[in-house]
């Protein structure tokens, strides 16, 4: 069973930095695209970050130069190291896994971050 669990969320500083990590079970992460999403109550969810398997990095426009993506296949784990964050950060962050075995995509629990002072 494909299980993907967030961790790394938490309050912080406006200026000061988050580690997030998603970490995948089901031997899929691999052979996967992997992907950062957030939402704020009342919006739609939207896209962060994006990894896919061969390494293509692309990066929502508002996160461009503060936060960076990586993957560890061999843990398991995609991260997502976010500097500079702002209080329009602030949002439950998502990991995201397609894999083309399979139709529909894997998301995980979610992960909140605070941006405050």
């Known amino acids: 069973q494909v299980q993907l669990v967030e961790s790394g969320g938490g309050l912080v500083q406006p200026g000061g930095s988050l580690r997030l990590s998603c970490a995948a079970s089901?031997?899929?992460?691999?052979?996967?695209?992997m992907g950062w999403y957030r939402q704020v109550p009342g919006r739609q969810r939207e896209l962060v970050a994006t990894i896919t398997r061969g390494g293509t990095i692309t990066y929502a426009d508002s996160v461009k130069g503060r936060f960076t993506v990586s993957r560890d296949n061999a843990k398991s784990t995609v991260n997502l190291q976010m500097n500079s964050l702002e209080p329009e950060d602030a949002a439950v962050y998502y990991c995201?896994?397609?894999?083309?075995?399979?139709?529909?995509?894997?998301w995980g629990q979610g992960t909140q971050v605070t941006v405050s002072s």
């Open positions: 089901g031997s899929i992460l691999p052979t996967s695209d």
């Open positions: 995201k896994a397609d894999h083309p075995r399979h139709t529909s995509p894997f």
